[in-house]
């Protein structure tokens, strides 16, 4: 796998999942809709993490910087 996450990418996902977490156990929001952002927070810490996106593969993105020799 090669990292398609760039580092401000991985910055904007930490924030959001932060946010995300946040509202769940601040009990803001609560129910099935809580449980599915909670999910989704974790699927975007884990890529925010790993340098890696499924979806920006599916859709040819890559925000990660390379350097050029």
Do not use: Q, W
């Amino acid at each position: 796998m090669k990292n398609n996450v760039g580092n401000n990418d991985k910055i904007i996902r930490l924030v959001i999942a932060l946010v995300l977490g946040g509202l769940y156990f601040a009990e803001i929001v609560t129910g099935t809709l809580g449980i599915v952002l909670l999910v989704i927070a974790a699927v975007m810490i884990l890529t925010a993490l790993s340098g890696f996106c499924p979806l920006y593969t599916l859709f040819g993105m890559n925000t990660c910087e390379h350097k050029e020799s």
